[in-house]
Nanobody, 117 residues
């Protein structure tokens, strides 16, 4: 059992930056992969990227490659999503999730990111 809480969302202008945080608590899960997803109005939930807890591997969706970075701080049980060069199409509710094995079983409540032109 894992509890996840996202923070760091807000309103930012085109080209700006935000850093989202996902704080985890509960059962220790050092080996759990962590993912970031987003859902924009009228669209399905979209995979943004993920990272394994060892930190050796990260993946990013093509739509955010070169602009977003996933990182972690195991001492703080926190995963980050650094978002740079933000575009209006990045506007969405961003969710973090934990994948113990094959599927994402634990989800946060989400944090709103709005990119204005």
């Amino acid at each position: 059992q894992v509890q996840l809480v996202e923070s760091g969302g807000g309103l930012v202008q085109v080209g700006g930056s935000l850093r989202l945080s996902c704080a985890a608590s509960g059962r220790t899960f050092s080996n759990y992969a962590m993912g970031w997803f987003r859902q924009a109005p009228g669209k399905e939930r979209e995979f943004v990227g993920d990272i394994n807890w060892s930190g050796s591997t990260t993946r990013l969706a093509n739509s955010v490659k070169g602009r977003f970075t996933i990182s972690r701080d195991n001492a703080k049980n926190t995963v980050y999503l650094q978002m740079n060069s933000l575009k209006p199409e990045d506007t969405a509710v961003y969710y973090c999730a934990a994948r113990p094995r094959d599927e994402y079983n634990y989800w946060g409540q989400g944090t709103q990111v709005t990119v204005s032109s």
